[in-house]
């Protein structure tokens, strides 16, 4: 029963986040996604880095985006982001539709917000469980031993080559 019913979550979702392709995109790029997931089934390459940081202080006025206005956000719980869905107008989880899995979980979201929409989501796990909400590569971690793992950055297309990536870098070396 337990495996059935994350399959039923796994649907749940895939249609979900379907439905909000569909809605913010249309239905070209619904299509094209939809393909790449069918292949990604039977066939996938991809390069991965793995990197590991030793964490030391750094100056954040060297990081700052070249962006205004903007609001950085770190969720750890779902009652948090329910707040900020409130408070910002626009809740997360739509885009990133296994959000509330992985907060429930114990992942913490890292967030970049610009005029109340998602400009770059990361994530942070301390714990295994978190770990594997996240949906990672399958890598070591020693929790046990002070270790953490960062992983799932996104960042709107609208808003990429502005140093959101790399100002949330730096936001999740701060917090470890």
């Not at 429930?104 to 890292?110: E, L, Q, R, T």
Request: proline share 2%; aromatic share 14%; with cysteine.
């Amino acid at each position: 029963m337990e495996s059935g019913g994350k399959v039923i979550d796994l649907l749940s979702e895939s249609l979900k986040r379907a439905k909000y392709v569909f809605h913010t995109e249309g239905l070209a790029p619904l299509l094209a996604r939809g393909f790449d997931l069918t292949r990604r089934r039977f066939f996938m390459y991809i390069r991965c880095y793995l990197y590991e940081h030793t964490l030391e202080e750094r100056n954040e006025a060297d990081f700052m985006p070249r962006i205004q206005d903007f609001t950085f956000r770190i969720i750890f719980n779902n009652a948090e982001a329910d707040e900020l869905a409130v408070t910002m107008g626009y809740d997360f989880r739509r885009r990133f539709v296994t959000a509330r899995r992985s907060l429930d979980k114990g992942a913490i979201a890292f967030g970049i917000f610009v005029n109340g929409e998602i400009a770059n989501m990361g994530w942070v796990a301390l714990t295994e469980g978190a770990r594997k909400s996240m949906r990672q590569l399958p890598y070591e971690v020693d929790f046990s031993n002070g270790e953490a793992c960062t992983g799932g950055m996104w960042t709107s297309p609208k808003y990429r080559r502005l140093g959101l990536a790399t100002y949330m870098r730096l936001q999740r070396c701060q917090f470890l």
